[in-house]
């Protein structure tokens, strides 16, 4: 099977070949935006990050076997363009969070129970909301495009150190208050970005 940086190499005389790179890559990059911006808002952003990346696929590293921390960082970058989208979506968050009340363990203070992720993003959507732009963007990025800090870093173009910073600065700003601890991020639950995006298997 061709690495992404082959299928992107060979689109250059084939332009045709990069719908290999849509057609991997559309459940993981489709959730994470559908999350970011709603449902309403994530065929059009969906739609624009491909187009950039096709577009700019020249410019691609070719020492980088997977594409995704690429198009992730293009969809967090096309996400800025779309505010309004991103911003009713948190609306609709903090709003569910408000008309419902959050039974059981807290997101922060569980350990080995399955957390409800929904229940703990509403409960934490204000404060997540409240970040600055780019800890919010590398803490979705970690927990909603399953990147690694050093794909993270790849994706924003930023050193390693910058990515471990933010997310530390992150788990101390939604630390439940007077803790002196910090949160637990894996409560946003990763792997529910495909099924997020409606088109899991």
């Not at 963007?137 to 794909?151: F, N, R, S, V």
């Amino acid at each position: 099977m061709s690495t992404d940086s082959e299928i992107i190499q060979r689109s250059l005389d084939e332009p045709g070949v990069f719908s290999e790179i849509f057609e991997r890559h559309v459940r993981p990059v489709g959730g994470y935006i559908r999350r970011r911006v709603g449902a309403d808002a994530v065929d059009d952003v969906l739609s624009e990050t491909f187009l950039v990346a096709f577009r700019r696929r020249a410019s691609f590293d070719l020492e980088t076997e997977s594409a995704r921390p690429w198009l992730l960082g293009i969809a967090t970058r096309v996400v800025k363009s779309h505010r309004a989208a991103e911003a009713r979506q948190w609306r609709a968050f903090e709003a569910s969070a408000s008309a419902e009340e959050v039974v059981g363990e807290t997101p922060q203070v569980a350990s080995d129970s399955r957390l409800d992720a929904d229940a703990a993003l509403r409960a934490l959507a204000p404060r997540i909301a409240a970040l600055a732009v780019k800890d919010r963007d590398t803490l979705l990025l970690h927990a909603w495009g399953d990147l690694t800090y050093e794909q993270i870093a790849t994706a924003l173009g930023v050193p390693v150190g910058t990515v471990r910073s933010r997310l530390n600065r992150v788990r101390r700003k939604l630390a439940p208050p007077g803790s002196n601890g910090a949160a637990r991020l894996t409560w946003m639950a990763k792997e529910e970005s495909d099924a997020a995006f409606g088109t899991s298997s």
